[in-house]
């Protein structure tokens, strides 16, 4: 009988993991990808998960000074727009919102000083109707990419 | 007959299992709110991402500093350390050790912590999500150069989030106080050898902002631990330092230079006096000593 509730239980174990384990490397697909990104190496603060359609997943990045960025953003086909916002994590002011840029899924800029920043994605899915709440669960990845911000003039 | 069964129920498990992966986590709504706690985050959920000691050191080994393998802490403590708490604490000075032999290219080193990062990964059973993305590449490639600066840096940089991405949250919380430590130690001592002090003590202040991070995320999942208690209170006093020490002056600004691009201006922090400098190197130091010696 022990047995059998040791092995049920790593079977459970093994399909929880299964699920978290679909989405991982996510951010680093073709669609996650910002064009023009040659000199550029991917941040070790990239993300995927699983995600809520419509609901907010925050997570906090530091940002170091003197580097460019340039971010992806994707989810799974059917599911976009994606709206992302960089939040001030000092005082909840907002530095970049994409509603504000037709919902585009890549962006560039430049940090001049260090600073730590919430990353907030919302997968808004406007177009997608669900039959359930669990018929929204997605995969949505964020993928950062950065280099130092080259040496100008002679 | 009672054999049947249990075979029988083994195979109704397996199969429940593929169907649920498969099935990407979509269910019936009555199993909803407990799929919800693991891998999807309520709305005011956050989750504090934390940078790769290799991608600090970038920024803190600023030109001019030399590589001193004094500064990194002696092998084999790994052979010492029996607790889960201590091979993850040492597991993550190890991590910080490994990058920074790394980023000097000083592959003997490299290869030593990288071999002791393999130990306590299995020890601390999350060997194997790393064995086939690093350890087998390594161990195959042993008398390949080339690959092996491929695999270290590979590993520098994906590491963290391949232990986050298996589940491995609180653990990683743990070895991440360990990296962070580490790498604060590295660049406070690194000072001394810069061609330039006054860079290098602006990147011990970018360091706050990781700080910050990695203390908060260790905070999260430790914070009411008993066994955790004296190094709790111990990194809270450095965090506590760098928010009173380092005040913003709240002047960032966004300059939007063309369509798709910007720019986060501003942000600026006080300066560390050369006293500050000093009793934060007298913070770190003795919580890292403690850390090394497994007095936690």
Known sequence: ?154 | MKRFVNYFMVFALLLSAMVYSCSGGKTNQSEADTELTEDTLAQDEMEIMLPTPSEVLSIVLTSGIKYSDGYMAPLDIEKKAVMVKHKALVLGVYFADFAYANYYNQRNASSEYFKALQELTRDLGVGSILNDAYFKRFDANLNNPDSLDAIFEDFSQNAYNTIIESGNRELLSMIGIGAAIEVLHIGINSIENAANPDEAIATVIDQSAVFDNYYNNFIAYNSDKPEFKNLTDDVTKIFKFFKEKLAKANNESVVTDSKQHFTISGGDTAKLSKTDLAQLRSMVSDVRKKLIDLKY
């Open chain 1, 1 to 154: 009988m022990f047995k059998q509730i040791i092995l049920s239980a790593s079977l459970v174990v093994a399909a929880f993991v299964t699920v978290n384990a679909q989405c991982t490397g996510f951010h680093t697909t073709r669609d996650c990808t910002p064009p023009e990104i040659e000199d550029f190496k991917r941040f070790g603060q990239s993300r995927s998960r699983l995600v809520e359609a419509k609901k907010t997943f925050t997570y906090q990045v530091v940002l170091f000074g003197g580097y460019d960025y340039k971010i992806g953003i994707c989810t799974e086909k059917g599911y976009y727009p994606v709206q992302f916002r960089i939040i001030n994590a000092d005082d909840n002011s907002v530095f970049y919102d994409n509603a504000n840029d037709d919902y585009v899924e890549t962006v560039g800029f430049t940090v001049e000083k260090t600073k730590n920043v919430l990353f907030e994605i919302t997968v808004l899915a406007s177009k997608k109707e669900f039959k359930d709440a669990t018929d929204s669960r997605v995969c949505a990845g964020v993928a950062i990419y950065w280099r130092k911000v080259p040496k100008t003039g002679f």
